[in-house]
């Protein structure tokens, strides 16, 4: 499998390297390069070649915040827009710290979908009601509280099927 990224490509090393450190990003180069049999200074080259190509952009740690004694609510929300204004809401929306996620899609009308988070549903209304209701061009919300999660992940790299 080849991917490109303007000059820069990633071979099928490259890809188990990727997989790999998805699994568990705190594997040292000599884990990783035993277990692809290889030399653990060509993991390293390969992960800052990939680093600075723009493959790999960033490590995080998953948290799990209930069990942090900080429980949080999630929802979903889908804002209406005037298309024109479409952009600029996103863009807006980007920045608070309670939006996880935003992007725009175009269903039967262009909307923007949102995952927000919230120590509770008074918190979450008041963030809808002050930051968002008041943008220009947002014409409809609609918020749906997560009750229970089935599955939360990332894409991952799969391994090759031979």
Sequence with gaps: MKSKSQDATLDDLDMQILRLLQED???????????????????????????????????????????????LITAQIIITTDPKETENIAKKMARYDQVLEVATSFSEELVITAKVVAKDQAELHSFVARSIAPLPGVLRIRTAIVTRKYKEERFGIKPRKE
């Design 25 to 71: 990003a705190k594997q040292t180069y000599s884990e990783i390069g035993n277990k692809l049999n290889v030399a653990h200074s060509t993991v390293y080259d390969r992960i800052q070649k990939m680093e600075q190509s723009g493959f790999i952009t960033k490590y995080e740690a998953m948290v799990d915040t209930e069990r942090m004694g900080i429980p």
